[in-house]
């Protein structure tokens, strides 16, 4: 079964120092990798997505992210960081849709701080 | 604009009582999802339809029920059966295919007292 881990509950950083927020995945074929981020008591939104067509991701709100098939790493990253890019933020895999509808399977979620 | 739409966006319920989360799509979707979020936990599937009339478990359903008998709803009632109900509630559409995004509502967050 696919699955991920995000190392780190909790990242704090300074305002305009780089974000890297990780995520590992396990999964016996190659897999379909997202990352979201959520505000306070909102639903989640979408940052970016992986589905094979290149490993760099570009996202929104200058996010990006690189698959490594050697690592099984899916890490996000951001130049630098804003006040604004304080939440939580999770990564997730897309499971077989025979055993599980095309549902998506989520980390534990990481909290990002920034300060000023 | 199309989206999701959960309701309410905060509920109470007293021990015993069971309640009924609302969630609307117009997008389209065929899939629907309920989740549950509890701090530090990441969010875990309670149920998903991929079509109308059916639905499957997810791996938290005791205590919950739901229906699909339309494909814009998906409504989530929590049980007296569910020992620990307070949490946050999501619910999310998904367009066919592995590669396809999950869109979120709001969330509605439930409080036992």
């Known amino acids: 079964a696919q699955s991920v881990t995000q190392l780190g509950s909790h990242v704090s950083v300074s305002e305009g120092a780089l974000v890297l927020l990780r995520c590992n995945y396990s999964?016996?074929?190659?897999?379909?990798l997202f990352w979201y981020v959520q505000y306070p008591n909102q639903g989640l939104q979408l940052l970016l997505k992986y589905t094979s067509a290149a490993t760099l991701v570009k996202g929104i709100n200058g996010f990006e992210a690189e698959f490594k098939k050697s690592e099984t790493s899916f890490h996000l990253t951001k130049p630098s960081a804003h006040m604004s890019d304080a939440a939580e933020y999770f990564c997730?895999?897309?499971?077989?849709?025979?055993?599980?509808?095309?549902?998506?399977?989520f980390g534990e979620g990481t909290q990002l701080t920034v300060n000023p | 604009d199309g989206g999701i739409t959960q309701s309410p966006k905060y509920l109470f319920r007293k021990e015993g009582q069971n309640v009924t989360l609302s969630c609307e799509q117009n997008l389209n979707h065929d899939a629907m999802y309920w989740y549950r979020q509890d701090p530090g936990q990441g969010l875990r599937l309670i149920y998903y339809s991929q079509i109308v009339n059916d639905f499957q478990k997810g791996d938290i359903a005791e205590g919950y029920s739901v229906s699909r008998e339309k494909k814009e709803s998906f409504p989530l009632t929590v049980t007296s059966a569910q020992k620990n109900p307070t949490a946050f509630y999501l619910c999310?559409?998904?367009?066919?295919?592995?590669?396809?995004?999950?869109?979120f509502g709001q969330g509605t967050r439930l409080t036992v007292v």
């Open positions: 999310a559409s998904k367009a066919p295919g592995l590669d396809t995004e999950a869109f």
């Open positions: 999964s016996s074929v190659p897999p379909y």
């Open positions: 997730a895999v897309s499971a077989d849709r025979e055993t599980s509808g095309s549902r998506l399977t």
